[in-house]
């Protein structure tokens, strides 16, 4: 079944984090057999306590063992350091169909 890693962030300075973290971590996705199938800007928080201006991104995987080898691996640790300070960020990983 395939999984899906939502992510939800605030970023303080966009073009720092895309250029170091962002392009660091797409490529990791695509080696690690992720594919991003959503990105978005300016969310609006319609409940809860953390998303309003947000950016939201939705990476999709064959299953979830395969997200987990990614989010688990030496390599992501590595990149993530890269966003140290530059962003808020909310991770969820989740298994299911798409209805689209």
């Known amino acids: 079944m395939p ?3 939502i992510i939800t962030a605030r970023i303080h ?10 392009k660091a971590a797409a490529e990791l996705v ?3 057999g992720g594919e991003y199938v959503f990105r978005g800007r300016n969310a609006t928080l319609l409940e809860g306590d953390f998303g309003d201006g947000a950016a939201i991104l939705v990476s999709r995987w064959p299953d979830m063992p395969t997200l987990r080898r990614f989010w688990d691996s030496d390599d992501y640790a590595a990149v993530k350091r890269l966003r140290d300070g530059m962003a808020d960020i909310q991770v969820v990983a989740v298994e299911g169909e798409w209805q689209g």
């Open 3 to 5: 999984a899906y890693m």
């Open 13 to 22: 300075d966009r073009d720092a984090f895309i250029a170091g973290y962002g």
């Open 30 to 32: 695509t080696r690690y």
